[in-house]
């Protein structure tokens, strides 16, 4: 099973190697990473996506909390989050394709951010749902390249995961 991870770490050189360390040590692939600064600057937010079942995810969880530099873990699979990845895609676009694309684009309520004489580039922001179905209809006239941010994941509603000092949500 696919879970998001969010964490709370302290902002300093080393806690993401740390981190990904500690997945390539036990085996552990990770999907997606994303990490930035929260609005308290000693503190970052990460969030990773992985595959494994419950012990494995629970083994995960277990060995983050005992790292020094990690403030909170949750996963956040079982509770409603929001999540969204942004997405540059560049894509073939030359004569009448051209504006197939543009109207394939304004439906996903997308940008188009670079165009050439022969490419548009394409950035689209959304949940993993909404960024497959564009890339599967913009996939025949001939993708050339992709750069994907990794997905962020925040929990819905009034909850809220808060740092030692109370400042910080996730």
Same mark, same amino acid.
């Given at each position: ?41 000693? @503190?970052?937010?990460? !969030? =990773?996506?992985?595959? /494994? %079942?419950?012990?494995? $995810? ?5 060995? #983050? *909390? ?50 050439? @004489?022969?490419?548009? !580039? =394409?950035?689209?922001? /959304? %949940?993993?749902?909404? $960024? ?5 209809? #913009? *996939? ?31």
């Amino acid at each position: 099973m696919r879970h998001t991870i969010s964490l709370l770490v302290r902002n300093k050189p080393g806690v993401l190697s740390h981190i990904a360390g500690l997945f390539s040590a036990r085996g552990y692939n990770i999907d997606s990473l994303t990490v930035g600064e929260t609005d308290d600057k000693t @503190v970052s937010r990460m !969030t =990773i996506v992985t595959i /494994g %079942d419950d012990k494995i $995810i629970e083994q995960v969880t277990k060995q #983050l *909390n005992k790292l020094i530099d990690v403030i909170k873990v949750v996963d956040l699979t079982d509770q409603p989050f929001v999540d969204r990845e942004l997405v540059l895609i560049k894509v073939q676009a030359e004569g009448d394709k051209r504006s197939q694309i543009i109207e394939i684009t304004d439906i996903f309520r997308a940008k188009i951010v670079d165009v050439s @004489v022969k490419t548009v !580039t =394409i950035e689209v922001t /959304g %949940d993993e749902g909404k $960024i497959q179905a564009i890339i599967e209809l #913009l *996939n025949p006239f001939g993708i050339k390249e992709i750069a994907r941010t990794g997905k962020v994941a925040i929990a819905r509603g009034k909850d809220a995961v808060r740092n030692s000092k109370g400042g910080t949500t996730c």
